[in-house]
C-alpha cells in the first residue's frame, strides 16, 4: 500500500484503530491481505460511488425516467418534520411480520416533546398469514378492539391513526397505498393490487365495535425520522441499516416530478437498497459479492443492500473465511460442515468478534461452535476479516448518506448544512463501531455538511403516530388559511360596497 493510500485510509477512518496484526505471520498476514484488497474502498472510489447515485436519485425523481431507474425515490405524502407544537391522543398500528402492535401514543399533553406510549402485541398465525385478506384485516381490527377495550379511557373517543405496513407499496396519498407484493412469509388472497387503507377501514366496520379518525400510512424509515425529529426539529434524513437497509429525506417539491405542486418539500423514501441494481456499481463488486446475490432469494436486485446490511454482511465473512481455509491459510485447510452451510456465520457473529477487549475470547468460541480447530492466529485473521467487511459496509452507508446530505445542501443553496439524521438498526445499534466508522467517513465525503446522530426511539410505534401528528397540524393550519382568507374576503366586498353608497 502506498503512503498516499495510508494517508486517505487514515482519514476515512477516523481515529479508531486498526486490527492488531503484530502475532500474524508476515507472509500469512500479506496474503489474507491480498483476499480482502477488493473490499478495500479509497476515498476517491467512496466519492465516485457518491456521484453514481447523486444520479440515480434525480433519475427516480424524474416523471419519464422513474421507471427505468433502480433508486425509486417514492413520495411518501409527507409534507413536513415535526415542530414540536403537535399535541393529542394517537392509535399507531405496527404490522411488518409475525407479530402485529397496536400502540395508544399520547403527544405532548405535559410537557412540550414528551411521547407517551403503551402497546399490545398480537400474534399473526400461519393460517392468517396465507389465507385470505379478508380474514387478516379483520384480524387485526380484532386485536385492535380488544386492546381499546383495555383502554377505558380511550372508550368512545375516535382517534387518527398511523400505520406501519412493512410491504412494497405504491403510496397515492398519505391515506391511500395499494400493496404491490407480499413478502416475509405473507400471501394472503385478495390484497395485492388493493388499497389497504381501505381494507383496514372495511374490516373495522366489520367489527362494529368502533371508529377510527385519519389514516397515515408510514415507510419504517420515514417512521424513524419523524420520531427522532420530535426530538430534534433540524432532522430532516431517516436511515435504517439493520436486516436490511433503506433512507428518505426532505426534498424540494419542484423537484419531485411525479406529483403535483411547486412549493414546500416532501418526504422521499428513496429505496436504496436497490441501488446498483442497474449494474452501475458493477466496478466494487468483488467476486464474492456475486456469490452472495447469485444464491439469495432474490438474484439481481437490492445489490446495495447486500453489500452492507446485516441479512447478508454474515454470509460474506463466511465466503471469504472458505476461500482462507481452501487456500490453507485457515484452520489447518481443514473445513467444516457448518463453514460450507449458508448462513450459517450470522452476522452477530461479526459484533462480538470485532468487540475491543474480548474479541479473540468470542471468535474462539464461536468458531469452535461451528466445528473449526481455531488457533490465536486463527481468530486474529477471523477478526480481520469482519473488520474489512463491516468497514466497507460502514463506508459505503457513510457515502449513500453523504449525497443525501449534499443534495438537501445544495437544492438550498446553502454554504453550510446543518442537519440530524435519524437511525435506526441492529447493525448501527449493535456493532461495536460500525457508527463511529460511518460517521468519520461522513465527515470526510461530505465537508460542508455537519451531521448530528440521533438512534430512533420506535420509529415504527412512535414515528407512526408523529407523521399522523403532523398531518393534522398542518390541516389544522390549512383549515385556519382558509377562514382566515375568508374574513378578508368579506372585508374586502364590505368595503367594495361602501365605495358604491
Same mark, same amino acid.
Request: glycine share 10%; net charge negative; charged share 25%.
Given at each position: 500500500m502506498?503512503?498516499s493510500q495510508?494517508v486517505?485510509?487514515?482519514e476515512?477512518?477516523g481515529?479508531?484503530?486498526?486490527?492488531?496484526?503484530d502475532?500474524i505471520?508476515a507472509e500469512?498476514?500479506s496474503?489474507?491481505?491480498a483476499?480482502l484488497?477488493?473490499f478495500q474502498?479509497s476515498q476517491?472510489?467512496?466519492v465516485d460511488?457518491?456521484?453514481?447515485?447523486?444520479?440515480?436519485?434525480s433519475?427516480?425523481?424524474?416523471?419519464?425516467?422513474?421507471h427505468?431507474?433502480a433508486?425509486k425515490?417514492?413520495?411518501t405524502?409527507v409534507?413536513?418534520t415535526?415542530d414540536?407544537?403537535?399535541?393529542?391522543?394517537?392509535?399507531?398500528?405496527d404490522?411488518?411480520g409475525?407479530n402485529?402492535?397496536v400502540?395508544?401514543?399520547?403527544v405532548?399533553?405535559?410537557?412540550q416533546r414528551v411521547v407517551?406510549?403503551?402497546s399490545?402485541?398480537?400474534?399473526?398465525?400461519?393460517d392468517?398469514?396465507l389465507?385470505?385478506g379478508?380474514k387478516l384485516?379483520?384480524?387485526?381490527a380484532q386485536?385492535?378492539?380488544a386492546?381499546?377495550?383495555?383502554?377505558?379511557?380511550?372508550?368512545g373517543?375516535?382517534l387518527?391513526?398511523?400505520f406501519t405496513?412493512s410491504f412494497p407499496?405504491?403510496?397515492?396519498?398519505?391515506?391511500?397505498?395499494?400493496?404491490?407484493r407480499?413478502?416475509k412469509?405473507?400471501?394472503?388472497?385478495?390484497?395485492?393490487?388493493r388499497?389497504?387503507v381501505?381494507?383496514?377501514r372495511?374490516?373495522?366496520?366489520?367489527i362494529g365495535?368502533y371508529?377510527?379518525?385519519?389514516i397515515?400510512?408510514v415507510?419504517?424509515t420515514?417512521g424513524?425520522m419523524?420520531?427522532c425529529?420530535?426530538?430534534?426539529q433540524s432532522?430532516?434524513?431517516g436511515m435504517? $441499516?439493520? #436486516? %436490511?437497509?433503506?433512507?428518505?429525506?426532505?426534498e424540494?417539491m419542484r423537484? +419531485?416530478k =411525479?406529483t403535483?405542486?411547486e412549493?414546500?418539500?416532501?418526504?422521499i423514501?428513496?429505496e436504496?437498497?436497490?441501488f446498483?441494481?442497474d449494474g452501475?456499481?458493477q466496478s466494487v463488486l468483488?467476486e464474492?459479492?456475486?456469490?452472495?446475490?447469485?444464491?439469495?432469494?432474490?438474484p439481481?436486485v437490492?445489490t446495495?443492500?447486500?453489500?452492507?446490511?446485516g441479512?447478508y454482511?454474515?454470509?460474506?465473512?463466511r465466503?471469504?473465511l472458505v476461500?482462507l481455509t481452501q487456500?490453507g491459510?485457515?484452520f489447518g485447510g481443514?473445513?467444516?460442515p457448518?463453514?460450507?452451510?449458508?448462513?450459517?456465520?450470522e452476522?452477530r457473529y461479526m459484533s462480538?468478534?470485532?468487540?475491543?477487549?474480548?474479541?479473540?475470547?468470542q471468535?474462539?468460541v $464461536?468458531l #469452535? %461452535?461451528?466445528?473449526?480447530k481455531?488457533?490465536?492466529v486463527?481468530?486474529r +485473521?477471523? =477478526?480481520l476479516?469482519c473488520?474489512?467487511?463491516?468497514?466497507?459496509?460502514a463506508q459505503?452507508?457513510a457515502a449513500?448518506?453523504?449525497?443525501?446530505?449534499?443534495r438537501?445542501?445544495?437544492?438550498?443553496?446553502?454554504?453550510?448544512?446543518?442537519?440530524?439524521?435519524?437511525v435506526?438498526?441492529?447493525v448501527?445499534?449493535?456493532h461495536?463501531n460500525f457508527?463511529?466508522?460511518?460517521?468519520?467517513?461522513?465527515r470526510v465525503?461530505?465537508p460542508?455538511?455537519?451531521?448530528?446522530?440521533?438512534?430512533?426511539?420506535d420509529g415504527s410505534g412512535?414515528?407512526a403516530a408523529m407523521v399522523?401528528a403532523v398531518a393534522q397540524?398542518l390541516a389544522?393550519q390549512?383549515?385556519?388559511?382558509?377562514?382566515?382568507?375568508?374574513e378578508?374576503s368579506?372585508e374586502?366586498e364590505?368595503?367594495e360596497?361602501?365605495?358604491?353608497?
Open positions: 502506498s503512503d495510508s486517505d485510509k487514515r476515512i477512518n481515529d479508531l484503530p486498526a486490527p492488531n496484526q502475532d505471520p500469512l498476514l496474503q489474507v491481505e483476499c484488497q477488493p474502498l476517491s472510489r467512496l460511488v457518491s456521484h453514481w447515485l447523486r444520479r440515480d436519485l433519475r427516480g425523481l424524474g416523471k419519464h425516467s422513474h427505468r431507474a433508486v425515490m417514492l413520495p405524502f409534507r413536513a415535526p414540536g407544537t403537535e399535541r393529542g391522543d394517537f392509535l399507531a398500528l404490522l411488518g409475525t402485529f402492535r400502540l395508544h401514543v399520547s405532548g399533553h405535559e410537557e407517551t406510549m403503551d399490545q402485541i398480537c400474534e399473526v398465525p400461519q392468517i398469514m389465507g385470505t379478508e384485516f379483520d384480524h387485526l386485536c385492535m378492539s386492546f381499546l377495550n383495555s383502554k377505558p379511557e380511550l372508550q373517543k375516535t387518527p391513526l398511523g405496513f407499496c405504491e403510496q397515492k396519498e398519505i391515506d391511500k397505498s395499494i400493496l404491490i407480499w413478502t412469509g405473507f400471501n394472503c388472497d385478495g390484497v395485492e393490487g388499497d389497504v381501505q381494507l383496514l372495511e374490516a373495522v366496520l366489520r365495535e371508529d377510527i379518525g385519519s397515515a400510512m415507510n419504517d420515514v424513524t419523524m420520531s425529529g420530535y426530538r430534534d432532522c430532516e434524513i435504517i $441499516i439493520g #436486516t %436490511g437497509t433503506n433512507a428518505c429525506y426532505m424540494e423537484n +419531485v =411525479r403535483e405542486g412549493d414546500g418539500r416532501m418526504c423514501n428513496t436504496w437498497g436497490g446498483g441494481d452501475s456499481l468483488t464474492f459479492d456475486l456469490v452472495v446475490d447469485r444464491e439469495s432469494l432474490n439481481g437490492h446495495f443492500e447486500k453489500m452492507i446490511s441479512m454482511l454474515g454470509e460474506v465473512v465466503l471469504v476461500r487456500e491459510l485457515l481443514e473445513t467444516s457448518d463453514l460450507l452451510t449458508q448462513g450459517h456465520f452476522t462480538d468478534i470485532e468487540q475491543e477487549d474480548v474479541g479473540l475470547a471468535a474462539q $464461536i #469452535t %461452535g461451528l466445528g473449526l481455531a488457533g490465536p486463527d481468530c +485473521v477471523v =477478526r476479516v473488520d474489512a467487511i463491516s468497514t466497507r459496509s459505503l452507508c449513500a448518506l453523504a449525497t443525501l446530505a449534499k438537501i445542501r445544495t437544492n438550498r443553496g446553502l454554504q453550510r448544512l446543518e442537519t440530524t439524521v435519524g435506526d438498526g441492529t448501527y445499534k449493535k461495536p457508527s463511529q466508522k460511518l460517521q468519520a467517513a461522513v465525503l461530505a460542508k455538511c455537519h451531521i448530528k446522530f440521533l438512534v430512533s426511539e412512535k414515528g399522523t397540524r389544522r390549512s383549515r385556519l388559511l382558509e377562514e382566515s382568507d375568508g378578508e368579506e374586502e364590505v368595503e360596497d361602501d365605495e358604491y353608497m
